[in-house]
């Protein structure tokens, strides 16, 4: 697996790698110079799918200080990882610096199993896991939301304000376990690589446009005024629009949840030639200097002045499938003063690839199950059985 690099002297490395460690048992990767994988032998993108990520290394040491590992390394000095709470991928994670002439270039990635280096699972297994756990939630929850539409119905021509408060509370936080663990899943097929885009050719104007209109309806309901802006010109490329808009919902989501007096999101599309670029900006509260080197770790959260924090899933989830488009993520923040979050994809058209008709904000609206209202179910409330 390949990936590109600004860095040259590492060429030469990836291809002593190659030739050495391309069919060896072990798993083994090589970074560049900010630890983004350059290469991983068939052992490693089979043990750990994730590496087919640019970013992939960097997941595997996501519980750690980044920036103390890395200035760790560029003085020379090896670093090891170690993880054995993931259930699908515990291990020990040897971080060899490469240098020349003292100037850190990279470093090789030496990766043991927990369990005397064999593959934790085999193969199937981390499918099988996952499917398995989003059956079993979904199916109780399944006979839940059927039962508050019976009780919703027989309560409508009563009197009884408690029990109809006491069903919008229950009503609430169901919504919140459907997402909660609708993430949860995200973020398992992420890291274990069998998470697949649903490609298809479309009008990312367009969907931009509709997706928008339908939010700016739920953000008005908590007094925050949503506006877009998108370029006269249609643009035409390539994009998994159910995956696209649950990254772009996550970002209102938290642009309404880490809110203040005043505040305003504007989403805006840029066509910057090979790229088109969806930027979403707030005027909240802003995030603390000393927590944005976490921001997209996964399970990392923190509470904003409301005391609402949620499970730190929701930028991970931006963050993988940008990635998976071949697209990067950017973001600036002060405190006090807002948020902006780039999403930059890359404009490609392959005319093989199914038309994708937008949705118009109608649509997103008549789905009382659609990512609209169950990622901004939170901030947003939901909509009654």
């Not at 409508?156 to 919140?176: F, G, M």
């Amino acid at each position: 697996m390949w990936f590109g690099c600004d860095v040259m002297d590492i060429d030469e490395f990836v291809l002593t790698g190659k030739r050495l460690y391309e069919k060896t048992k072990e798993p083994i990767a090589i970074t560049d110079s900010e630890l983004n994988t350059v290469w991983a032998n068939e052992a490693a993108l089979k043990r750990y799918p994730s590496l087919s990520l640019q970013d992939g290394v960097r997941e595997l040491i996501s519980s750690y200080d980044f920036d103390k590992v890395l200035s760790q390394l560029k003085t020379g000095v090896s670093f090891e990882a170690k993880k054995q709470s993931e259930p699908l991928s515990g291990f020990t994670a040897q971080l060899i610096p490469i240098l020349i002439e003292d100037k850190f270039i990279g470093c090789h990635v030496f990766i043991k199993n927990a369990d005397k280096n064999e593959s934790v699972l085999p193969d199937g297994e981390p499918e099988k896991i996952i499917a398995s756990f989003s059956n079993e939630y979904k199916i109780p929850l399944t006979v839940i939301f059927s039962t508050l539409g019976l009780m919703a119905r027989h309560l409508e021509d009563s009197d009884d304000e408690v029990t109809k408060t006491y069903l919008k509370l229950i009503t609430q936080n169901c919504y919140r376990i459907l997402r909660l663990s609708n993430n949860i899943v995200e973020v398992s097929k992420y890291r274990s690589g069998i998470a697949k885009l649903n490609l298809k050719k479309g009008n990312l104007t367009k969907f931009i446009s509709n997706l928008c209109e339908a939010c700016k309806i739920l953000t008005r309901s908590i007094n925050i005024e949503l506006d877009y802006i998108v370029p006269e010109k249609n643009i035409i490329t390539v994009f998994d629009p159910d995956r696209l808009s649950t990254a772009i919902i996550n970002l209102i989501s938290n642009s309404c949840k880490y809110t203040r007096e005043g505040n305003r999101i504007v989403v805006k599309l840029e066509d910057q030639g090979e790229k088109a670029v969806i930027s979403v900006s707030d005027k909240g509260q802003g995030i603390k200097s000393e927590i944005m080197g976490r921001i997209f770790d996964p399970y990392f959260s923190f509470k904003n002045e409301s005391e609402l924090s949620g499970a730190g899933l929701g930028l991970s989830i931006v963050k993988f499938i940008v990635t998976q488009h071949g697209g990067t993520v950017a973001l600036h923040s002060k405190e006090g003063e807002g948020t902006t979050v780039a999403l930059s994809l890359p404009i490609r058209v392959d005319d093989n690839m199914p038309d994708y008709i937008a949705k118009n904000g109608a649509d997103y609206l008549a789905d009382r199950f659609s990512s609209l209202y169950v990622e901004l179910s939170d901030v947003c409330g939901c909509p009654l059985p």
